[in-house]
């Protein structure tokens, strides 16, 4: 539990005391760069106070430009590890509640975070079109891409919304397979334990041959080359 608390109160203490300082430089160099590398090198530091040791596999498979990085999960702790190990600026869909967050909401908006409220069917589809143009711009998603987390680790079914994406507008999918974080924090549970988690870069996907009536192959593929990352005991029963 003391892990779970100073991992809290070190973000809770850089949110408060950093980010206003890099929400103005970027709102004077019109540029969230600069805040979006310093929030990743903030994480890292974090990671490695608790004790959470990130290994990092297959970057050298990530082409160059947009990509939707299509990823499992499985622990809370996914995006100290996940997000991070992209070697580029990427956009994430975030839950809406985490936008109502003070500072936290402008350092999002500015990086372009997407909100997203996954009860409202139409407030997704909104979201999704939302990122749609963001990759348009050249900006990467992050996603996860089974919606949730899983509860006993092992890979779900993934949701087409990713691949709704990528089809409209032809960005590869990199599946990315992440193992380990499950032993760290579990869904549901607060205690954080060290360890190591494993982000492992799999061989992108050109979703550019694929239409919207084929999503369903598109998501087949990616979705087994995200299993075929994952330790035996990840992967679907």
């Given at each position: 539990m003391m892990r779970t608390i100073a991992l809290a109160l070190y973000f809770s203490l850089a949110l408060l005391l950093v980010m206003p300082w890099l929400l103005l430089w970027s709102a004077l160099a019109g540029s969230?760069?600069?805040?979006?590398?310093?929030?990743?090198?903030?994480?890292?530091?974090?990671?490695?106070?608790?004790?959470?040791?990130v290994r990092i596999e297959g970057v050298?498979?990530?082409p160059a430009g947009p990509c939707v990085f299509a990823a499992n999960h499985i622990s809370?702790?996914?995006?100290?590890?996940?997000?991070?190990?992209?070697?580029?600026?990427?956009?994430?869909?975030?839950?809406?509640?985490?936008?109502?967050?003070?500072?936290?909401?402008?350092?999002m908006r500015f990086a372009q975070f997407v909100p997203v409220d996954r009860g409202d069917p139409e407030a997704a589809a909104a979201s999704v079109e939302t990122a749609v143009e963001r990759l348009k711009e050249g900006l990467s998603f992050a996603v996860y891409a089974e919606g949730t987390?899983?509860?006993?680790?092992?890979?779900?079914?993934?949701?087409?919304?990713?691949?709704?994406?990528?089809?409209?507008?032809?960005?590869?999918?990199?599946?990315?397979?992440?193992?380990?974080?499950?032993?760290?924090?579990?869904?549901?549970?607060?205690?954080?334990h060290p360890g190591e988690v494993l982000?492992?870069?799999?061989?992108?996907?050109?979703?550019?041959?694929?239409?919207?009536?084929?999503?369903?192959?598109?998501?087949a593929r990616v979705e087994s080359l995200v299993a075929a990352g994952l330790p035996p005991d990840q992967r679907p029963s």
């Amino acid at each position: 539990m003391m892990r779970t608390i100073a991992l809290a109160l070190y973000f809770s203490l850089a949110l408060l005391l950093v980010m206003p300082w890099l929400l103005l430089w970027s709102a004077l160099a019109g540029s969230p760069d600069l805040m979006y590398a310093c929030a990743m090198k903030a994480v890292r530091l974090g990671n490695r106070i608790v004790g959470i040791r990130v290994r990092i596999e297959g970057v050298d498979k990530i082409p160059a430009g947009p990509c939707v990085f299509a990823a499992n999960h499985i622990s809370a702790v996914d995006p100290l590890a996940f997000v991070p190990a992209i070697p580029r600026r990427v956009s994430l869909l975030v839950k809406r509640e985490l936008f109502r967050v003070p500072i936290l909401a402008s350092a999002m908006r500015f990086a372009q975070f997407v909100p997203v409220d996954r009860g409202d069917p139409e407030a997704a589809a909104a979201s999704v079109e939302t990122a749609v143009e963001r990759l348009k711009e050249g900006l990467s998603f992050a996603v996860y891409a089974e919606g949730t987390r899983s509860r006993d680790g092992r890979l779900r079914p993934f949701k087409k919304g990713a691949f709704v994406m990528a089809i409209q507008t032809g960005a590869p999918v990199v599946p990315v397979s992440i193992s380990g974080a499950q032993h760290l924090m579990r869904k549901g549970d607060w205690v954080l334990h060290p360890g190591e988690v494993l982000v492992r870069f799999g061989p992108a996907v050109d979703a550019s041959p694929y239409t919207m009536d084929q999503r369903s192959e598109l998501l087949a593929r990616v979705e087994s080359l995200v299993a075929a990352g994952l330790p035996p005991d990840q992967r679907p029963s």
